[in-house]
């Protein structure tokens, strides 16, 4: 009776500790690395702790993979690598990539190697590539500080936008577009960014605008007062667009043969004017004819000149009997000389 016992208690204890070895590994925890959670950091560290049971653990297999095999188990057909005695494992200098960690602990049982579950942990997020294509398009000009900015970055999910310089705070949302306020005064503004992904990478660009808040001015610019046609010359501080003759009203005259400049066609241009009468002539170009390259259309611009020839009545410039009879004189040499010319041609 005593010996069947015996015999009931080791074969019971025996059990026991062959069942304990199905125990998965505890405590599994990875550091600097969080599951699901990317980094830039390139190690991984793992510690755990040995499984419930009163079995000893002689070991443990280990294995890091970019590859997710739900189900896996060590056995002997992929235990061929050299299992660890730690309850710790480290890998470092990792690729970009997603890595999931397996590990069981193995266990001598009638000299036999037992293999316990494999505790699957991850994925674990390498990475280390910043935002990529990062741009800022702005307009070249403006006319408003108001503008609009579209933004590229791919891979980003913060960024930060400043006047100032480049920052690591303030972090918003990423968005591919947004309203931007342009620091106040007519120049050259420069516009920063920096771009952040959930691993931690960060880019900077930057862009430039020219803010110009001012309308196109113009000089205006005739020819001799006395001699027609009158040539007139339009000279703009700035760039401009959309100009030409109907633009340009003239009181007490003719506009004609309009031509931008040879050399500054954007800024230069150039008309006649045949007055219709002795006195002033007037040039008026409304508000907003013509706008520079920002957008800005120009104030009114009015130039008048005086033109001192009649043109109903040219007189004769003698002024006595003696000069009337010097002036036919001189008229009927002139047709002399002209018929002779003639005959001799």
Known sequence: MIKKNLFLIIFIGAG????????????????PHIINDASSETQINFNWDEPDGLTPVEGYYVKLSTTYEPGFEFDETNTLENP????????QELEDGNYYFYVAAYYFIDMEEVYGSTKISGPYI???????????KVPEKTKSEMITISINATG?????????NFCNDNWINFEESMQWQL??????????????DSAGNSSNTFTTTFLDMSPPTATIHSSSSDITPVHITI???EVVSDFDLSDITVYNGNKVNFMPDETNSDTVFNFDIFPEKKGSVSIYIPPNSLVDSAGNGNNQIIYSFLF?????????????????IIFVFILICSSVLVMRRRIDL
Request: with cysteine.
């Open 16 to 31: 026991i500790m062959i069942s304990n070895v199905s125990a998965e590994i505890q405590n599994l925890v990875s550091f």
């Open 84 to 91: 660890i005695n730690t309850t710790s494992m480290s890998y």
């Open 126 to 136: 390498v990475d280390t590539t910043p935002p990529l294509n990062i741009s800022l």
């Open 156 to 164: 980003a999910n913060k960024m930060c936008i400043s006047n100032l």
């Open 183 to 196: 620091m106040p005064g007519y120049g050259e503004k420069t516009i920063y960014a920096s771009f952040v």
């Open 235 to 237: 000279r703009f501080n």
């Open 308 to 324: 001192q020839v009649s043109v109903e009545k040219i007189s004769v410039p003698a002024t006595n009997e003696w000069g009337k």
